[in-house]
């Protein structure tokens, strides 16, 4: 997906902390009547920070005809309640309140990952073979930066004492992808390498003169797998790095391509919902209506074809496309 920033909360639903009936939303999109189509289009929702609604959520998703949504996201039990083909990986402030680590005991790390099962992909593999497509996690609870974030529960968890470690651990999660997949990379974070400006993909926004926030693990597996391995790896998505810059400096770069010809897409657009009256709302209310944020990535036979940043206006049952800006078009100029 992707989960969250260094300054802002993340978190705020355990899978075991809401009694409440959750809404239900539409049936979940038939992945077998994709199989004969040559176009799949996938939903990036970065960095949820509390907006998140399930039924008007869902019903924006249908609206867009999603046949795949990608997320590192915070809003574990309703993100894993959505009836849609989804691929999570969780972010720094996630794993918070996780400071022991007990046989006995469950801790809230566990609880989360028991949520999302296997479509939490943290230093793992997650196939689609009928839309001939797998997608890579990245480094889970990711901070940012050349230093390793939560070293004790990585070493617990995954065994990862370094970046070293890491790297190896993203690199082996995409060997033994079926040939004929394209691969999409999911982390939390982006890479090292794209800009030390503080208006770039991964450029420090919070301090003055800026400076590259990537994680050099990602950059590393990115870098031995196209030296040892035929993997076709078009597309990395992330978050963490907000599109408004702190201090009110502008917004950020979303979107680079990369002269490996990667596309790098960062999908945290925070706020990601709005009131319709353009009021910025954490828990807007159904009668008044949202505008709600999502990054569509349309692949057409086997390439990137188009990325868009989407606003759909859902206003009780009724959904509508407000804006829609393009990022990138397959003729290879990019407008972000």
């Known amino acids: 997906m992707l989960s969250a920033f260094l300054h802002a909360p993340t978190l705020s639903f355990l899978c075991s902390s809401s009694s409440s009936p959750q809404p239900q939303p539409k049936p979940r ?5 994709m199989a004969s189509s040559s176009l799949v289009r996938i939903a990036v929702v970065g ?26 996201l915070e809003l574990v039990q309703d993100v894993a309640a959505l009836n849609f083909p989804k691929a999570v990986i969780l972010g720094n402030h996630d794993s918070w309140s996780t400071q022991q680590f007990s046989s006995k005991k469950k801790d ?20 689609f073979p009928l839309l001939k497509l ?12 050349q230093q390793i974030f939560r070293k004790r529960l990585l070493s617990a968890r995954y065994g990862i004492q370094d970046m070293e470690g890491s790297a190896k651990r993203i690199y082996e999660a995409a060997l033994g992808t079926p ?44 870098s031995h797998l196209k030296e040892t391995t035929n993997v076709s790896i078009p597309l990395l998505v992330f978050g963490h790095m907000h599109k408004e810059l702190a201090h009110g400096n ?22 990601r919902v709005k009131r319709s009256t ?14 709600r944020a999502f990054t569509l990535v349309e692949i057409l036979s086997g390439q990137v074809n188009k990325i868009s940043e989407s606003w759909v206006s859902v206003v009780g049952n009724e959904t509508t ?7 990138f078009k397959s003729n290879g100029q990019s407008s972000c």
Not at 29 to 33: E, F, T
Not at 134 to 145: A, D, H, L, R
Not at 201 to 211: A, E, P, R, T
Not at 321 to 327: K, N, R, S, V
């Open 179 to 222: 040939e004929d997949h394209l691969v999409i990379l999911l982390a939390h974070n982006g890479s090292t390498g794209l800009g030390s400006e503080l208006n770039d993909i991964c450029g420090k926004d919070w301090v003055f003169g800026g400076g590259d926030h990537g994680d050099p693990d990602l950059a590393q597996a990115i």
């Open 108 to 127: 809230r790390v566990q609880l989360q990952l028991e949520c999302l099962g296997q479509e939490h992909v943290g230093y793992k593999r997650l196939d």
């Open 321 to 327: 496309l407000e804006e829609e800006h393009i990022l």
């Open 278 to 291: 353009n009021e910025t709302s954490l828990h807007a209310s159904n009668s008044d209506g949202t505008y």
């Open 29 to 33: 999109p038939c992945l077998s009547s």
């Open 47 to 72: 960095d949820v920070h509390d907006d998140w609604n399930l039924e008007e959520d869902a019903n924006a998703l249908q609206f867009l005809k999603v046949i795949l949504v990608m997320k590192n």
């Open 134 to 145: 797998s997608i890579v996690g990245g480094w889970p609870f990711s901070c940012g930066g």
């Open 250 to 271: 502008g917004l950020r770069k979303m979107i680079v391509v990369g002269a490996d010809d990667i596309i790098y897409l960062n999908g945290a657009i925070v706020p």
